[in-house]
């Protein structure tokens, strides 16, 4: 079973980054010294095994799966199930198992976070994860974008009637700063994020710049030292740290 605080990354709306929220958040817990766990649980669309390179393939013992660990975290993802690239044609039914399946059958070990990227949208694995977990708590991402946060006041509004509580709202590509210390630029408008949290009664954890990825690197989207969101991620987790502590 799963130990620690369950925090799922969610939004309404997709390509806002709750992957890439999930893997940073996750790796950013792992370096402030916890015992981390990320699960993949966006069944058809996983994408966690490609931010984080990982080509590797879990091992099983006694039918129990050892997830895979990447970045100080350990990981379990419905990539290292299939092959290859193929799609994922399950139903309803099936999806609510594969929750239970990387709940149960994975040998996690005693963890403090368990950090769950999911999928784009309130379908069937959000109200899986919200009956089978009911002790998980949200993170909700959105972008500065109008459209962006009215669609996740949705996913924020069905946490609060499945009465999952809110940690709060990050913000992803809030602004772009090519120079430290100078002018900001709100590519994407201004206040989008406030105006959710407050909407849900909860706050602003974070807002995150817009960074180019680090070419040449194996893990470009895994924001590496020296680097703006490096630094925001850490402090999202002290964060989320201290409102743990
Ligand atoms: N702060 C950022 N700056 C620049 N690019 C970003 C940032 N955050 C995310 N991205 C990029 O935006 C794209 C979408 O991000 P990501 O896959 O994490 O979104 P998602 O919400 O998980 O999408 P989906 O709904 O498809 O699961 C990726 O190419 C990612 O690298
Ligand atoms: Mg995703």
């Not at 799966?65 to 092959?83: D, N, Q, T």
């Not at 959105?142 to 996913?155: D, G, I, L, N």
Request: no cysteine.
């Amino acid at each position: 079973m799963l130990s620690g605080s369950v925090i799922a990354v969610t939004s309404g709306k997709g390509g806002v980054g709750k992957s890439t929220v999930s893997v940073n958040l996750a790796t950013a817990l792992a370096r402030s010294g916890k015992n981390v766990a990320l699960i993949d649980l966006d069944i058809y669309g996983f994408s966690v095994p490609n931010i984080m390179n990982i080509s590797s393939r879990p091992k099983t013992i006694n039918q129990k799966i050892i997830p895979i660990e990447a970045h100080g975290v350990k990981v379990m993802s419905m990539g290292f199930l299939i092959k290859g690239n193929d799609p994922v044609v399950w139903r309803g039914p099936m999806l609510g198992k594969m929750v239970e399946h990387f709940t149960k059958d994975v040998m996690w070990g005693e963890l403090d976070y368990v950090i769950l990227d999911m999928p784009p949208g309130t379908g069937d694995v959000a109200l899986d994860m919200h009956n089978f977990i009911p002790q998980s708590k949200e993170i909700i991402v959105t972008t500065p974008h109008q459209t962006a946060t009215h669609v996740a006041e949705r996913a924020g509004t069905m946490a609060i009637k499945s009465e999952h509580e809110i940690i709060g709202v990050v913000e992803n590509m809030s602004y772009f700063q090519p120079i430290e210390g100078q002018d900001k630029y709100y590519l994407f408008g201004k206040g989008g994020g406030e105006a959710l949290a407050e909407n849900l009664h909860t706050e602003v954890l974070a807002r995150l710049p817009i960074q180019e990825p680090q070419e040449g690197s194996p893990t470009p989207a895994i924001y590496e030292e020296g680097t703006q969101l490096y630094t925001e991620y850490n402090k999202l987790a002290a964060k989320i740290n201290e409102l743990h502590s």
